[in-house]
Each structure stands twice: as structure tokens, then as C-alpha cells.
T-cell receptor, first 115, second 113 residues
Framework: GAGVSQSPSNKVTEKGKDVELRCDPISGHTALYWYRQSLGQGLEFLIYFQGNSAPDKSGLPSDRFSAERTGGSVSTLTIQRTQQEDSAVYLC?????????????FGPGTRLTVL | QKEVEQDPGPLSVPEGAIVSLNCTYSNSAFQYFMWYRQYSRKGPELLMYTYSSGNKEDGRFTAQVDKSSKYISLFIRDSQPSDSATYLCAMGGGETSGSRLTFGEGTQLTVNP
């Protein structure tokens, strides 16, 4: 079956512009995660959605970052007024979300470059 | 201090060698442990998943977790050039982490033919 898909695969933007990154999780997965991977660093947790529960936003680095998940499926990560330090690969993952289910499956990522 | 420490390498071995990759961690609440493989410009691919302490084997790969030492390992037997990638350890669980994963920096491995 189809895995996690993300779009666009690459995004180049100018400092100060807003960007939207999209994630389509695996069908039937109720949990969705966003991570950020910067050069020379491991993956950094950003935000987590589980079903209809309030999202865990504790990893968002600033109020310029926001995310939503519509209809329990597709998610959009929005970065407002982008800065050069926002340049990174943004990865989305999904999991079944049941009790004890912790295996997260990742998409290919969106490579964001802020000039 | 990072919650999860992983030597970034790079690590270079000849084909057929046994590879040992390791991570240490400081959060004793972590309950489950994973290894991901990431090829260049691709998303991480789940290799191994282990819950609590013990060993798990899958083909040429063996994962070990020692919670008393806060130390996890991934062994690759009969390494192949196709194993050349970055290997990321990840862990989660417990009240402080919930469902999020905390990752190591990743170890870059090259297997030379």
C-alpha cells in the first residue's frame, strides 16, 4: 500500500515569506507527527496529532510555526515569516495510534531552503 | 547534555564486516527503542523495534537494549555496500516523552566493496 507522502519535495523561498508543507499519512493511521532534521543534527520533534485529541505542540520552536490536521487525515505545517534558520528537511510520520503501537513510518520529507 | 547520544561517525568498513552501532541515553523513562536507516535524501526507514530490555534479531540485524546501562546497540552481520546509509537510534515512551520519539544524531556508515 501507499506510504506517507509529502509535498512539495523541495521548496525554496525568500526570507519573510510564508510556506505551507503538506503530509498525507498512511490510510488508517490515526497518529501523525512532524519532525525537523537540520544538517548535522538528529530529528527534532515539532508536533503530534492523535485522533480528535488536542495536538501536542510542545516541540514547535516559535509562534511562527503552526500545524493543522483536517478530517483526521491530511496535515499542513505552516511557517510564517520564514527565517534562514528554518532551512531544514521537514519530515512527517504516521502510526496506527493504538495503545502500545509506537512504530512510526516516515515520508520522504520536504527540503526547505530559505534564502 | 543531549537526551540521546550517538557517535556521528563517519564509520567505514569493508564488505562482510560486522558493524556495531550504539546509543546512550539519559531518560530512564524511555520504554521502546528503534533503529532507523536513512539513505541520502530519503526519509528514515524503520529497521528494528524493541520494547524494554533484551535482544531482537531480524536477518543480518540484531538490536540489543540494556536499560540498566541506558545503552542500545545495533549489529549488522555480513555487511553489504547496500547497507551504506545513516543509522538513527530513536526512543520514546514514559510520561515525559509520550508518543514522540527522541532521536540520536545518526551514524553515517559506508561499507566498501
Amino acid at each position: 500500500g501507499a506510504g506517507v507522502s509529502q509535498s512539495p519535495s523541495n521548496k525554496v523561498t525568500e526570507k519573510g515569506k510564508d510556506v505551507e508543507l503538506r503530509c498525507d499519512p498512511i490510510s488508517g493511521h490515526t497518529a501523525l507527527y512532524w519532525y525537523r532534521q537540520s544538517l548535522g543534527q538528529g530529528l527534532e520533534f515539532l508536533i503530534y496529532f492523535q485522533g480528535n485529541s488536542a495536538p501536542d505542540k510542545s516541540g514547535l520552536p516559535s509562534d511562527r510555526f503552526s500545524a493543522e490536521r483536517t478530517g483526521g487525515s491530511v496535515s499542513t505545517l505552516t511557517i510564517q515569516r520564514t527565517q534562514q534558520e528554518d532551512s531544514a528537511v521537514y519530515l512527517c510520520a504516521s502510526s496506527l495510534g493504538g495503545a502500545g503501537d509506537n512504530e512510526q513510518f516516515f515520508g520522504p520529507g520536504t527540503r526547505l531552503t530559505v534564502l | 547534555q543531549k537526551e540521546v547520544e550517538q557517535d556521528p561517525g563517519p564509520l567505514s568498513v569493508p564488505e562482510g564486516a560486522i558493524v556495531s552501532l550504539n546509543c546512550t541515553y539519559s531518560n530512564s523513562a524511555f520504554q521502546y527503542f528503534m533503529w532507523y536507516r536513512q539513505y541520502s535524501r530519503k526519509g528514515p526507514e524503520l529497521l528494528m523495534y524493541t520494547y524494554s530490555s533484551g535482544n531482537k534479531e531480524d536477518g543480518r540485524f540484531t538490536a540489543q537494549v540494556d536499560k540498566s546501562s541506558k545503552y542500545i546497540s545495533l549489529f549488522i552481520r555480513d555487511s553489504q555496500p547496500s547497507d551504506s546509509a545513516t543509522y538513527l537510534c530513536a526512543m520514546g515512551g514514559g510520561e515525559t516523552s509520550g508518543s514522540r520519539l527522541t532521536f540520536g544524531e545518526g551514524t553515517q556508515l559506508t561499507v566498501n566493496p
